[in-house]
């Protein structure tokens, strides 16, 4: 026999007030501690070189298919370039970039993010944001896009159109935010003589990047440097 939903109610009720009752009376258990955090491998600098030669050896096999692998060899081209600064990389990058783009335009937002990337690392900033304007567009909810979007019109020096850009959707709503957009609103915060709520982006960001153990270990020890650079500048 099914007992009466109110009768159900009430039970829970005065079990809930009892247990209640009975933890404020008995003594406070130890809060157990977090685990400790999952610990990376140290810095392989031959890791990367390693990467670029994996994806050259899949698009030799396949070079006029392999539209995948023409995008992750660029990004991968870009990574080396982000460690060594060899800008020779980042032209790699933009010919790995067309070569993807020439195979596969449509629904290829990694390929269009490396191309706009290798023009920003060469400077080519009016290039870039061009690029990542339309790819921002065409991909609303790929934060790529939208950095290099925002991070060529920054340092062109047009701030109205990056905080444009950082009041989008994919920002405010997102329930990680990317790390790389936070750092973004950090500098802006910066420019703008904020520099405490640009602290509190960048270990936002760092916090972020020291939990994605898919992440470059230069991309990691970037964040932490940005959060150094932020509170030398505060006089910390």
Request: positive net charge; contains cysteine.
């Amino acid at each position: 026999m099914k007992r009466p939903l109110i009768g159900v109610i009430a039970a829970t009720a005065l079990l809930g007030v009892g247990i209640a009752s009975w933890t404020h009376m008995a003594p406070k258990a130890a809060v157990p501690r977090p685990p400790p955090p999952v610990e990376r491998a140290p810095y392989d600098p031959a890791l990367t070189y390693k990467m670029v030669a994996f994806y050259q050896s899949r698009v030799k096999r396949n070079p006029q298919n392999g539209a995948i692998e023409w995008a992750q060899l660029a990004g991968a081209y870009l990574q080396r370039c982000r460690e060594t600064g060899d800008i020779a990389d980042a032209q790699r990058a933009q010919a790995a970039a067309k070569r993807s783009i020439a195979i596969r335009s449509i629904n290829n937002a990694p390929a269009w993010d490396a191309l706009a990337r290798s023009l920003f690392t060469q400077h080519q900033f009016v290039q870039a944001e061009a690029l990542a304007r339309v790819t921002s567009a065409k991909y609303q909810d790929d934060p790529d896009a939208l950095n290099g979007y925002a991070g060529a019109a920054l340092e062109r020096g047009d701030y109205a159109t990056t905080e444009r850009a950082l009041q989008r959707p994919i920002v405010a709503g997102a329930d990680k935010p990317d790390p790389s957009v936070q750092a973004l609103q950090a500098r802006l915060l910066d420019i703008n003589g904020r520099p405490a709520e640009a602290l509190r982006f960048l270990r936002l960001a760092q916090a972020e990047a020291d939990g994605n153990l898919d992440a470059a270990r230069e991309n990691v020890a970037w964040f932490h440097m940005r959060v150094g650079d932020e509170l030398a500048r505060m006089g910390r």
